[in-house]
């Protein structure tokens, strides 16, 4: 039997749920609630203010996520999601060759 990754539960509308697929990790966006791939199931892990698409970027169990509404960080030592005011509200996130570039608010 294989894992079936079951998206019924984000019950907002297009273009919701957004998936990243990270190195080490799964997560699940709907408008307001952030979901992660844990043991074969989605598991919440926060919910924010709605904004406009997420955008995410990760280094292995560290993630740096934006909706243009609210910054938030997957810390690598404990795996918990918070929102931040350390980081900026981005909408667009990208790795380059190790750098964060952003786009913001606008």
Known sequence: ETDRLDTAVIADGFPYPQIFVFTNTI????????????AGALVLKLTVAA?????AVDFFEFVYMSNNTVAVLRSSTDMTYTTT????????ICNFNGQVHIGGRW
Do not use: F, N
């Open 85 to 92: 005011t350390d980081q900026p509200i981005a909408r667009a």
């Open 27 to 38: 997560i699940l966006c709907g408008e307001t609630k952030i979901y992660e791939w844990v």
């Open 51 to 55: 904004g406009e698409l997420w955008s």
